[in-house]
Nanobody, 130 residues
Framework: QVQLVESGGGSVQAGGSLRLSCVVS????????MAWFRQAPGKEREGVAG????????YYADSVKGRFTVSSDNARNTLYLQMNSLKPEDTGMYYC???????????????????????WGQGTQVTVSS
């Protein structure tokens, strides 16, 4: 059973930075299509970034492009989201998601837009104050 556990959330002031982590366990897959999503209270879930841990260009939503960086450490089975220049509108619960398929940049974008992932974590809260 694949499990995803996020960590690294917290409260920061606008302009600050946080790094989220997502550890993958319980899988026979060696590479994943993975993504970060977020959901603010009263709003729909939003795809933030996607990546194939086997390489290739990541996908970013326009709202975070230039501020967030997604990366993976395959030796540690961990996905990261480095978030810089945080804004109050970045506040929300952040979830990581995974799927055991290859997803080059264009495929990753489509999967993120469609929230097409089979495995989800429980989330970590990010709060950005002005």
């Amino acid at each position: 059973q694949v499990q995803l556990v996020e960590s690294g959330g917290g409260s920061v002031q606008a302009g600050g930075s946080l790094r989220l982590s997502c550890v993958v366990s319980g899988s026979t897959y060696r590479r994943f299509c993975m993504a970060w999503f977020r959901q603010a209270p009263g709003k729909e879930r939003e795809g933030v970034a996607g990546i194939w841990t086997g390489g290739g260009s990541p996908y970013y939503a326009d709202s975070v492009k230039g501020r967030f960086t997604v990366s993976s450490d395959n030796a540690r089975n961990t996905l990261y989201l480095q978030m810089n220049s945080l804004k109050p509108e970045d506040t929300g619960m952040y979830y990581c998601a995974a799927d055991g398929v290859v997803c080059w940049s264009g495929v990753a974008a489509a999967k993120v837009r469609g929230a097409d992932f089979g495995y989800w974590g429980q989330g970590t809260q990010v709060t950005v104050s002005s």
